[in-house]
């Protein structure tokens, strides 16, 4: 079946046409400055990079252009719409009301509306580009996929704050976690490696300009660091990770800042940026670095040790560990980091091959980076998020037939 996955933002739209019977991708492109003026870059498996501007008012017009362009007989890659079996969207929250990828109905729209109020940058946009679809693609069936579904077997003692329980009740403050379809894609690839799922302690490292670090279980995710919102745990490019609650306050009162601008302090102005002081991006970070800044060397400490400090945590909570993972941006591609955050980790058997681990670098496929006869499996990993979306999307409507 060839799924369209798609990822709505604001003002863009991300999308990826999957072959899921050969998990081949034979288009992927993006849109951008929606609503704006709009424009499109377009990838045909062949390696071609075609952009164009064109007006795109709205989703639903950018949506037919994305449509327009995989027919297209030049720079398509298939001959009619009749051709796209269905389509995933990724969606960043689904609350409490999913725990698993689910198709597309009035009632699925409602509840994602509902936790509109926990994403509100990113639940809107993917109603808009779910609505979108229906009324481009009017036919094709639709699937959801949650960032959160993956973390809804966390126990009630790992997501719940201690703070008064009427909160919970009124506002369903508690842990949610992110980044939930990398973690159990590359979680899944790694309980094959080990050749089981059953009696599994692993630890999975989504490490970009976003972060977070989970426990995985039996296959079963029990803690993960990104808690209400995206913002707790690591620091990460540009959002603070986990400080002291009486931080906000304190600022609050010492600077005059409103909520408002206190947030953006904290997601915006943070992080590898607020620390360093040169950027968010972990590549100029490493530039001042070897010119010895102070700041970015700071920064990129700071990382390492929480990351180092996570893994100390996970382990515990499991009784051990038997394999960590690095995926994402930063861990596939920055080998100073994994070897920083594995130094001092010996006691807890993980031996890192060092030869390995300069190796492994944009490469596509996995990459074991510990000793041979290392007690805890370590691998590179890349993710893969919108082959999950794919097969999810494609499972769930042929068992719909």
Request: hydrophobic letters at 40%; one cysteine or more.
């Amino acid at each position: 079946m060839n799924v369209l996955v798609i990822n709505a933002g604001s003002s863009s739209l991300k999308y990826q046409l999957m072959d899921t019977d050969n998990a081949v991708v034979l288009a992927k492109g993006l849109c951008e400055r929606i609503g704006i003026d709009g424009r499109i870059e377009h990838k045909p498996s062949d390696g071609r990079k075609i952009k164009k501007d064109l007006p795109m008012p709205d989703h639903a017009a950018a949506l037919k252009i994305v449509v327009d362009t995989l027919i297209d007989p030049e720079i398509g890659c298939i001959k009619s719409m009749d051709e796209i079996g269905a389509v995933g969207h990724r969606v960043v929250h689904g609350g409490e009301y999913f725990n698993e990828s689910v198709v597309v109905t009035p009632e699925v729209v409602e509840k994602i509306e509902l936790c509109k109020e926990l994403a509100p940058l990113h639940n809107g946009p993917a109603v808009i580009g779910i609505r979108s679809c229906a009324q481009v693609m009017e036919n094709i069936p639709q699937v959801v996929v949650f960032d959160t579904a993956f973390h809804q077997t966390m126990p009630d003692y790992a997501y719940f704050y201690a703070i008064p329980y009427e909160y919970y009740n009124k506002y369903k403050i508690r842990r949610y976690g992110f980044h939930g379809t990398s973690h159990r894609y590359v979680s899944a690839q790694m309980t094959d490696i080990l050749g089981k799922v059953e009696g599994t302690r692993i630890i999975t490292c989504h490490l970009g300009n976003g972060s977070s670090i989970t426990a995985v279980k039996d296959g079963k995710s029990i803690d993960t660091t990104m808690g209400f919102t995206p913002l707790d745990g690591l620091e990460m490019g540009t959002r603070s990770g986990s400080i002291d609650p009486a931080i906000v306050t304190y600022l609050m009162e010492k600077e005059n800042l409103t909520p408002k601008q206190m947030n953006e302090i904290l997601n915006k102005k943070s992080g590898l940026l607020g620390i360093s002081e040169v950027s968010s991006d972990s590549r100029d970070i490493e530039d001042a670095i070897a010119k010895g800044n102070q700041h970015a060397i700071l920064a990129d400490r700071i990382m390492s040790y929480q990351i180092k400090k996570y893994i100390g945590w996970y382990a515990a909570a499991m009784g051990g560990v038997d394999a960590v993972v690095f995926t994402a941006g930063l861990g596939e591609n920055n080998v100073a980091l994994r070897a920083n955050v594995c130094q001092g980790l010996e006691f807890l058997g993980i031996e890192l091959d060092d030869e390995r681990n300069k190796s492994a670098f944009r490469q596509s496929n996995n990459v074991e980076i510990s000793k041979e006869g290392s007690k805890v499996k370590v691998y590179v990993i890349p993710t893969n998020e919108e082959l999950v979306i794919a097969m999810d999307t494609a499972k769930l409507v042929e068992n719909a037939k």
